[in-house]
């Protein structure tokens, strides 16, 4: 009997090591021909993809459509499992291949109404745009074509169907995805209005400080001399006031602060909210999208319940450079997932000829360079969204406007769900844009467990995304080819959303700071807070003139430095936003480079390696002043603290105290009276907590500091002391006891997990990734931690660009993970180690050196006729 058990058992192991290496060779087949020649219908002419010694793609073709062509073939052998996955969330369709858990998720992006405004986009694009698209877009379907079954990326065999063919709308979506992810000013309004309602809107001005008006800017009035003429602070004007603090005056009379509208519905909300039950907006948001697929959850929230989206760039012209010409540095911060949100890769067909990051799904470079100039990019977080709290009448088909019922527009949608009934979803949509109540509210109707929230009131999003026409994509086409300031101001004219910080250098040695996009004059208050929209008050009567966005050409500075910091001083004649987190990586990077004479671009590389944390230099002397430590080890973590040199390295300890303290810091001072769940919104905001802390421990006896739920009161050296205790606590059940063996990067993770598939765990060690990592959010190697998932990082600088105009071209670039999307392929996170230590990558644009060391050469042959 035990020698047939043991049989038995070898025989369990044989078939499973068989399944397992059939499984394996199976999955190779669909891992890219890189080698060789491959006929295709779509080009003129012999299209060459060489991928060099970094598997960079580099496409070489005799006119710019057999470019795109070979960029769109590029693409979906590397990258089709995550263009499939980014149209299907820009058109709603998730359901379609994940069955009924992503259906909330698909009812709200059907009700945002992302593809009808990709669909209106395309409708207006200039037929020149269109027909460069069409090129890429033949490129990715004669891969399709040719690839079925088992020579489809492995994600396609295990959800069993197979993709599309592509159109323009699926490429126009996901520039729209990617707007939603760069526009989040919507969350901010949801939790001013949930700060309000818990403890009025004096205190909630309290929690969420403005930029301060002498904070750095990246502009300043001396480059700015045109803005002289407009002057008028007026709020018919702009929007706004003179003075943009919020203290006390801000409930009275500071009518253009806010609308007076919103602001009296929201003040009544306080007044009915009991100290008991909570009801928040923001919670209510999340929790609708809490089913369903982890990252469409996050993408959707995005900025939701944590500091902004940022990036870092700068660009210093030939008087300071070792080589007389222009440098440029460029480092977005986008979130996590494998694989990465940028692919490299190098266009070139006679004068067109660009090279640097692209997102799959779309046909330009995004970021990068051509061989007359260069450009970069941050997000403005221009206040483009606005949410409007609407009046129905009983029958749900009008909506009250200045006294008279408006027609609500209806748009039915039809949300096909694997495995069962087709859902019929009517998405309503007001002068001001859809309710998306409708969608929060039905799926939180819907939930199975745990309480659900009350349902929000009618709710609608303007959002400029949704306007048509948008030729954002045709700016960017456009971009690609620009010459010289003239060529790349022009284009920019035309580009809509998300507002960017463009930062400009050329050959001929100038350098240029723009930030385009449409961006609303409102009629009166700043879109701080949902506006009333019956009354008229809210609504937007234009744009700020592109002539009157911030820019500068050659400023006298001889540098430009832009980390989403205020783009124009306070003097600006228009409201951009009032949200802008504090300008530590914009200070960092600016004194660094008045502190390093001829510059070079390894002193650039240096710069974006920096892990110097002004949070810290700024915060903890406040912080050590209120500590009084009762037990041993919290007195080594001040001891820690008080020699730490503000560098929150990897392998510092007192950088993880710091850290683990900052974290404990806000659910400590405003829990008690903000609740749990508007905590949970407001703790990942640290540039607001920090201004918070810094004027709330201004003295000993503030009323934050007291815990209204004990009977005694509480000082905040005793606030303070808990939050220090705590967050050492959290410290010791990660790395023990022994402070000398703590390290930064032993709980602080960057996280990337596999984009559609990280849910499924037995998958998960297979397909996603992480690494220790240094840096916190005020870094310019930037390493944010997630409040809801401590010391875990979320959100990196996923790719990293350095161009060097003169001629010796010593540019470099990298992307955070690799290029390949295959599981089995090399390539697929062999960046990771690199990207870490801050290591870049060439960015060859001569053949000879694209030839050197090239890892394959595929041809592709026009058909013949």
């Given amino acids: 009997m035990r020698r047939r058990f043991v049989k038995a058992l070898a025989l369990v192991f044989v078939l499973a090591v068989v399944v397992l290496a059939g499984a394996y060779v199976y999955a190779r087949r669909s891992l890219p021909l890189v080698d060789g020649s491959v006929t295709v219908a779509g080009v003129s002419a012999p299209v060459e993809i060489v991928r060099d010694a970094d598997a960079i793609p580099h496409i070489f073709a005799t006119t710019k459509l057999d470019a795109l062509f070979g960029l769109g ?24 291949i994940f069955g009924a858990p992503t259906l909330p998720q698909d009812r709200f992006l059907r009700t945002v109404g992302f593809a009808r405004a990709a669909r209106a986009a395309w409708d207006t694009m200039p037929q020149a745009t269109r027909q460069q698209v069409d090129a890429y877009l033949a490129g990715i379907n004669a891969f399709i074509a040719t690839h079925g079954g088992s020579r489809l990326p492995p994600e396609f065999t295990l959800l069993r169907f197979a993709p599309e063919p592509w159109t323009g709308v699926d490429v126009v979506v996901w520039v729209k995805m990617m707007a939603w992810d760069l526009s989040a000013n919507y969350s901010l309004e949801l939790l001013r209005r949930d700060l309000v309602a818990r403890v009025g809107a004096d205190r909630m001005a309290e929690l969420v400080p403005p930029y301060a008006s002498d904070g750095l800017s990246i ?212 002068r ?28 609608a999003l303007r959002w400029t995304a949704l306007d048509a026409p948008d030729p954002t994509l045709d700016a960017f086409m456009r971009l690609n080819e620009a010459r010289n300031w003239s060529d790349f101001t022009a284009t920019l004219g035309d580009y809509i959303v998300p507002s960017q910080n463009f930062v400009y250098g050329d050959v001929a040695g100038h350098i240029g700071y723009y930030a385009p996009g449409r961006i609303p004059i409102r009629a009166r208050g700043d879109g701080s807070l949902p506006a009333d929209g019956w009354t008229g008050d809210a609504e937007w009567t234009g744009w700020i003139p592109f002539a009157e966005l911030p820019h500068v050409y050659d400023p006298p500075e001889h540098f430009i430095v832009t980390a989403n910091n205020r783009p124009a001083p306070a003097s600006y004649p228009h409201l951009l936003t009032i949200d802008f987190p504090e300008p530590y990586r914009a200070q960092r990077i600016t004194d660094l480079l008045r502190h390093t004479p001829t510059l070079t671009p390894d002193d650039f590389a240096r710069i974006q390696a920096d892990t110097v944390s002004l949070h810290a230099r700024a915060l903890l002397p406040t912080l050590l002043a209120h500590a009084r430590p009762k037990s041993a080890v919290d007195q080594q973590a001040v001891d820690l603290l008080r020699r ?35 905590t949970e919104s407001y703790q990942g905001r640290f540039t607001y907590i920090t201004r918070f802390i810094l004027h709330t421990l201004a003295t000993n006896d503030n009323a934050w500091c007291d815990d209204v739920r004990t009977p005694a009161h509480e000082t905040c050296d005793e606030a303070v002391t808990i939050a220090l205790h705590d967050g050492v606590g959290d410290l010791r059940k990660n790395l023990g006891g022994d402070l000398s063996r703590w390290r930064w990067d032993a709980v602080h993770r960057a996280v990337f997990p596999h984009q559609g598939l990280d849910a499924v765990a037995a998958l998960r060690p297979l397909l996603s990734r992480s690494v220790p990592n240094a840096g ?37 670039f990298i992307d955070a993970v690799g290029e390949s999307g295959h599981p089995l392929s090399q390539h697929y996170d062999d960046f990771l180690s690199d990207w870490r230590a801050v290591k870049h990558r060439p960015m060859r644009m001569d053949r000879k050196d694209v030839e050197a060391g090239a890892i394959g050469r595929l041809r592709l042959l026009p058909e013949k006729r």
Wanted: hydrophobic share 40%; charged share 20%.
């Fill in 776 to 812: 916190d959010w005020s870094t310019v190697d930037v390493g944010p931690v997630a409040a809801d998932q401590p010391f875990e990082q979320h959100s990196v600088p996923g790719y990293r660009q350095i161009v060097d105009l003169s001629p010796g071209n010593d540019s470099r």
């Fill in 644 to 678: 730490w040199n503000d560098d929150a390295r990897g392998d510092s300890a007192a950088a993880a105290v710091f850290e683990a303290w900052f974290l404990r810091l806000a659910p400590t001072l405003v829990g008690d009276e903000l609740g749990p769940l508007v």
């Fill in 432 to 459: 001001h844009g859809p309710l998306v109540s409708d969608a929060i509210n039905a799926n939180n109707a819907e939930l199975k467990r745990g309480p659900r929230p009350a349902p929000l009131e009618p709710l």
């Fill in 219 to 430: 502009l300043s009035a001396r480059d700015m001399p045109w803005t002289a003429v407009a002057q008028d602070f007026s709020p018919a004007h702009n929007g706004r006031s003179k003075d943009l603090r919020y203290d006390a005056a801000y409930n009275r009379g500071h009518g253009s602060q806010r609308t007076e509208a919103s602001v009296s519905s929201v003040d009544r909300d306080h007044a009915s909210v009991s100290s008991v039950v909570e009801h928040s907006w923001t919670h209510a948001l999340a929790l609708s999208l809490s089913t369903g697929n982890p990252a469409v959850r996050d993408f959707l929230l995005g900025g939701a319940t944590t500091e902004s989206l940022g990036s870092n760039n700068w660009v210093a012209d030939g008087t300071l450079t070792a080589t007389g010409k222009p440098l440029l540095a460029n480092d977005p911060h986008l979130a996590t997932h494998v694989p990465s949100v940028w692919y490299l890769a190098h266009l070139s067909a006679g004068d067109f000829d660009v090279i640097g990051a692209t997102l799959p799904g779309t046909p330009a470079v995004a970021l990068g360079r051509n061989r007359f100039i260069a450009w970069g990019g941050t997000n403005v977080a221009a206040d483009v969204e606005d949410l409007y709290r609407e009046r129905l009448d009983s029958t749900g088909k009008f909506v009250e406007f200045l006294g008279t019922q408006e027609p609500v527009r209806f748009v039915t949608e039809t949300i096909d769900v694997k495995g069962a009934r087709p859902v019929r979803w009517d998405v309503r949509i007001t």
């Fill in 73 to 96: 073939y590029a693409h979906a052998q590397d990258r089709l499992w995550q263009m499939e996955f980014q149209r299907r969330v820009g058109h709603g369709r998730l359901s379609e």
